[in-house]
């Protein structure tokens, strides 16, 4: 069964750091690896898709990078605002299997 | 754009009661989903259709029941609601389900719901 994690549970950074939130499955088969955003009583919005044969995908001041074979991707905010303040969620689906979330990690970017 | 509706947007209920939670997108989707959220614990999946006319069981499918009414909307409903299910419920999308679509799941903004 695919699990998901992800470290740390909460960060908290000053306005202007370049920070990095970490996800980590246990099957490394999976089709592809998405990082979403969800803002206080909202609901996700996707940020970057990963494809299991890609490495990483940028979109502005995010990058986000996927090692298949350890099980792990990253997501890399460069420049951070306060703006950036929410919680980041991964999510991997296998073949032939429906989505498998993290439990997200809650970011506040101090000003 | 529309996007995803979910309705109501909070509830409170008794336990016993019933209810129907209502999702509708407009993006012309094939597949549609039924999550909960709970504090520490992601989104889990509660049931799922992949296409109009089917209906499959995600992870914790005890306790409720879907009807795919048209290809635009996914109802949720709870036959008699426990206080287990205190829950943010989100709806989702996607053209075609999971591993055969690489585009991003569409969300709703979720019903935030209470039993006591």
């Known amino acids: 069964k695919q699990e998901v994690t992800q470290i740390p549970a909460a960060l908290s950074v000053p306005e202007g750091e370049n920070l990095v939130l970490n996800c980590s499955f246990t099957?490394?088969?999976?089709?592809?690896l998405q990082w979403f955003r969800q803002d206080p009583g909202k609901g996700l919005t996707s940020l970057l898709l990963i494809q299991s044969s890609q490495r990483e995908q940028t979109s502005g001041r995010l990058n986000a990078s996927l090692d298949k074979s350890s099980g792990r991707s990253t997501l890399y905010i460069a420049a951070s605002q306060p703006g950036d303040s929410a919680t980041y969620l991964c999510?991997?689906?296998?073949?032939?299997?429906?989505?498998?979330f993290g439990p997200g990690t809650r970011l506040s970017v101090l000003p | 754009n529309a996007g995803v509706t979910q309705t109501p947007k909070f509830q409170v209920l008794k336990t016993g009661q019933s209810m129907t939670l209502q999702c509708a997108q407009d993006m012309n989707h094939n597949s549609m989903y039924w999550y909960r959220q709970d504090p520490g614990m992601g989104l889990r999946l509660i049931y799922y259709?992949?296409?109009?006319?089917?209906?499959d069981k995600g992870e914790v499918p005890n306790g409720y029941n879907v009807s795919r009414l048209n290809k635009r909307e996914f109802s949720l409903r709870l036959e008699s609601a426990a206080p287990s299910q205190t829950s943010v419920y989100f709806c989702?999308?996607?053209?075609?389900?999971?591993?055969?679509?690489?585009?991003?799941?569409?969300f709703g903004d979720g019903t935030r719901l209470s039993i006591l």
């Open positions: 999510a991997v689906i296998n073949y032939g299997q429906n989505f498998v």
């Open positions: 989702a999308s996607t053209p075609l389900r999971g591993a055969y679509s690489n585009q991003p799941q569409h």
């Open positions: 099957d490394s088969a999976i089709y592809n």
């Open positions: 259709s992949a296409s109009e006319g089917t209906t």
